[in-house]
């Protein structure tokens, strides 16, 4: 597979370029092909250099790299929304995880981290850390017996210890929360803030009417609001619900806060407000 098939079939849309992305939208995808010193290829973790900097002739660092470039912007984005990000490996005898020849596709991983630091080169290179998403299925694993006490000597320092899991999770569609998020431009719904992150602004999209069993909420923009992450926290434990006409009631006092910010052409169906409230103020809703 060469780059030209990747491109037609929708697989990384550059014919060059290492990273398919913006900081609008996230990156789609990435290709590791060792083009830069500083890569670390672990297999189901992948530490992968951003992009910009690099002289095209040598292949070494001569300048320092911005987070503002669309590439590296994209897979900060990608990490502040949980977006999976296609990796697909190109020929690296320096790593034994690569193909012997062309390019393979290797599946979706997710931005977990990213951060600045300097490299072989002597410049600032920005790096981001990509875990590859394992299949996931439903378990019937037993969880292990809760302790009454903490033992001591099992809890001194050291590294945390690693339980292998396998969970059911419910898909949620992003373009719904990002078309969302747009409409307010990252400001909450509840309070305004609009927080301001290397990379760009972040919000959280909470789903009014729960998706999990057993409230089985769409994901649907009605369905859908955009908060700040202290108020989306308050949201889903029902610290703070709404009222029909969309004021914002805190649930300790039943004192109205303020008003719930809608801009067009954004509406939020009322049966999700009526279940979200009834969760904290009469009960578990009924489906």
């Avoid at 929708?10 to 830069?36: E, R």
């Avoid at 719904?189 to 999209?205: D, F, K, N, P, T």
Wanted: aromatic letters at 6%; glycine letters at 12%.
């Amino acid at each position: 597979m060469n780059r030209r098939a990747l491109h037609d079939a929708g697989v990384h849309a550059p014919l060059q370029a290492g990273i398919s992305g913006t900081g609008n939208d996230g990156a789609d995808s990435i290709v590791v092909s060792g083009g830069y010193v500083d890569d670390k290829d672990y297999g189901d973790t992948i530490v992968y250099t951003g992009h910009g900097g690099r002289d095209a002739d040598t292949r070494r660092q001569v300048r320092d790299q911005e987070l503002s470039d669309p590439g590296n912007a994209g897979l900060v984005r990608s990490e502040l929304e949980g977006l999976p990000v296609r990796v697909v490996r190109g020929r690296n005898p320096d790593s034994p995880h690569a193909p012997a020849s062309g390019l393979r596709y290797e599946g979706l991983f997710r931005v977990e981290s990213h951060g600045a630091r300097v490299g072989i080169d002597g410049f600032r290179i920005w790096q981001f850390t990509l875990v590859k998403i394992p299949d996931e299925a439903p378990t019937t694993a037993t969880p292990p017996p809760l302790q009454g006490a903490i033992d001591m000597a099992a809890n001194a320092p050291g590294p945390a210890s690693v339980i292998e899991t396998v969970i059911q999770r419910i898909v949620r569609s992003s373009k719904v929360v990002q078309q969302v998020k747009a409409w307010y431009n990252h400001e909450c719904q509840i309070c305004g803030l609009a927080i301001e992150v290397a990379g760009g602004l972040y919000s959280e999209g909470a789903h009014i009417q729960a998706l999990g069993s057993p409230h089985r909420g769409p994901d649907v923009v009605e369905n859908v609001l955009c908060l700040c992450p202290n108020d989306h926290v308050r949201f889903d434990s029902g610290a703070i619900y709404l009222s029909d006409d969309l004021k914002v009631i805190d649930a300790r006092t039943g004192q109205t806060t303020g008003d719930l910010t809608v801009k067009h052409p954004h509406r939020i169906d009322p049966r999700y407000v009526a279940h979200h409230r009834a969760r904290w103020t009469t009960g578990t809703a009924r489906e």
